[in-house]
């Protein structure tokens, strides 16, 4: 009976301790993906190209703070400049909705650490939403339903990205009355 008993207690202490090293071991991410490259409102009907997103790096599972992912994303197609990552490294803490800033880490120089944008992702890395921060006319980066831009994946059309990226952003559209991104240039 002893002897079972050990057994028990020395199952439960492995799953225990399973768990605990798979939460505190990161996670190796190497994924590419054939996305689209979109603009909303104004932009619209100027902005749509087929691009390649590969995200590199190690996630790691926080058990009382939010899931971080650190590596590189990078975005190879026929895109204006400032949407190009160029393999710099990216640093992401995650939210609840599986969402976060997209911060730029440019080591040349230590000040400079800049927003590119958003990433809204699955919780199995298979499907993501960037909203692409552009430069403001007073020096800050921005975004807008009225003429943002957008990139999904995996997507090959249009159509497949915008639905990608409702599905993805549902709780901020449904926060905000709308089902669609399309839902605030009508």
Not at 107 to 117: E, R, V
Not at 126 to 142: A, D, F, M
Not at 165 to 170: D, E, G, Q, T, V
Request: contains cysteine; aromatic residues 10%; hydrophobic residues 35%.
């Amino acid at each position: 009976m002893k002897r079972k008993i050990a057994i028990i207690i020395l199952l439960c202490f492995i799953c225990i301790a399973s768990y605990f090293v798979w939460i505190i071991l990161p996670k190796e991410v190497n994924q590419s993906f054939d996305g689209y490259l979109y603009g909303l409102g104004e932009k619209k009907k100027s902005i749509n190209e087929k691009v390649t997103i590969t995200v590199k790096g190690k996630l790691r599972n926080k058990m009382f703070e939010n899931d971080r992912f650190k590596g590189t994303i990078d975005i190879k197609g026929d895109v204006p400049p400032f949407v190009k990552i160029d393999q710099k490294e990216v640093e992401i803490v995650f939210n609840e909705d599986n969402s976060g800033l997209i911060i730029l880490n440019d080591y040349s120089n230590w000040l400079d650490i800049n927003n590119y944008g958003t990433l809204y992702i699955s919780k199995d890395f298979s499907q993501l939403t960037i909203l692409v921060y552009e430069e403001e006319p007073k020096g800050t980066n921005g975004w807008s339903t009225s003429d943002g831009i957008m990139i999904s994946a995996p997507a090959k059309s249009r159509e497949e990205a915008l639905s990608i990226s409702n599905h993805l952003m549902k709780n901020l559209l449904n926060g905000n009355g709308k089902k669609s991104l399309e839902d605030f240039n009508r």
